[in-house]
Structure formats: structure tokens, C-alpha cells
């Protein structure tokens, strides 16, 4: 099981997005295992975007991220990394397919509702600055019999 980092943005919180959202995410089967309404401070902004740093983008990234409460997730599953970069579509809003999150429910390239996380280390890092001890809950899903199969013995 992986588990990922996920925001919805002040955007997605501003426009009573978050329960259309984390819907996709329990339909999809994926678990979420950590909820958290913020205030994003400019010091953890910057430490969370730092690989961002000196980008055009980035000192309106962190204040469009510092502007308002965010949704952070702690979403799990087999492959939830990849499966959530899938349902959040492309960065810019104006180019992200149709049925993806960004693709459905935006247009813009910078105000695009979502962060997850793009790699295992990138997950295990932001978990960690978002999400202290005891706050990511792995609470056993009586629905994961139907999730996955397990008749070969591992999930599938
Ligand atoms: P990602 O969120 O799809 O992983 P990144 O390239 O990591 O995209 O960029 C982080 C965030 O910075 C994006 O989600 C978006 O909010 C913002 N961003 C990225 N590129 C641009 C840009 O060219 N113009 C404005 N905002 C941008
Ligand atoms: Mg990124």
C-alpha cells in the first residue's frame, strides 16, 4: 500500500469543491487515511515548493496557497500515487483532459484545485510536513474485501 499526499487547494475549498473531490477519490476505491483543514503558512509553502524556487510561478504560488484554507489528504491504496496524478490530470486547468479533476472542474493554470504528490519520496516527504504522529489513521475497511481481490493472497 502507498500512500499519498494530496491538497485541495484554497480554490477548491473557496468553490465547495472538496466534496465532489474526495468523492472521486472514495469511488475510485482509494482510502483516505488523513483529513485536515489549514491555514498553509508562507514558511511551510516555501519548504513544500522549494524545488519551485526562482520559477516565474512560484511567488504567486505561494501566496495563492498561503491565501486561504486548504484540504490535506492522506490518501492510500496500491499505486495511489499514480492513480491520484491520474485523476488530477494535467497542471494547467485549460489543457487537463476531460474526467480528470482539473480537467472538470477548472480552467485556469494556476488556480488548479489539487497537489499530489509525484513520487514515493516526494509522498514520504510532504506526509511528513503536513501530517504529524498519530495523524494518519490506518483504519482497517471492511469495504476493502470488495476493493481488491484477494484471492491469490496479496491485494490485487
Ligand atoms: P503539479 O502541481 O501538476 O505537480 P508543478 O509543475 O509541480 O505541477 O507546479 C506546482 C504548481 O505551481 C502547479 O500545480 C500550479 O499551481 C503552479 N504552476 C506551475 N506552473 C505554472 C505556470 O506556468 N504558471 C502558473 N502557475 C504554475
Ligand atoms: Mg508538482
Same mark, same amino acid.
Not at 485541495?8 to 485536515?36: N, T, Y
Not at 490535506?72 to 488530477?88: D, E, H, S
Given at each position: ?38 491555514q ?15 520559477k ?36 494547467f486547468?485549460?489543457?487537463? *483532459? ?23 519520496? *516526494? *509522498? ?22 470488495w ?10
Open positions: 500500500m502507498e500512500t499519498t499526499l494530496i491538497i485541495l487547494k484554497p480554490d477548491a475549498v473557496q468553490r465547495g469543491l472538496m466534496g465532489a473531490i474526495i468523492s472521486r477519490f472514495e469511488q475510485k476505491g482509494l482510502q483516505i487515511v488523513g483529513a485536515k483543514l489549514t498553509i503558512s508562507p514558511q511551510l509553502a516555501a519548504t513544500h515548493y522549494e524545488s519551485h524556487k526562482g516565474p510561478f512560484y511567488d504567486g504560488l505561494v501566496k495563492f496557497m498561503t491565501s486561504s484554507p486548504v484540504l490535506v489528504l492522506a490518501v492510500r491504496g496500491i499505486g495511489a500515487i499514480t492513480i491520484a496524478r491520474g485523476m488530477m490530470g494535467a497542471t486547468g485549460s489543457k487537463a *483532459a476531460p474526467g480528470t479533476i482539473r480537467g472538470d472542474f477548472g480552467v485556469s493554470n494556476s488556480f488548479n484545485l489539487i497537489h499530489g504528490s509525484d513520487s514515493p519520496e *516526494a *509522498a514520504e516527504r510532504e506526509l511528513r510536513l503536513f501530517f504529524a504522529a498519530g495523524e494518519v489513521i490506518g483504519w482497517p475497511r471492511h469495504g476493502d474485501a476493493v481488491y481481490d484477494h484471492s491469490g493472497g496479496k491485494p490485487e
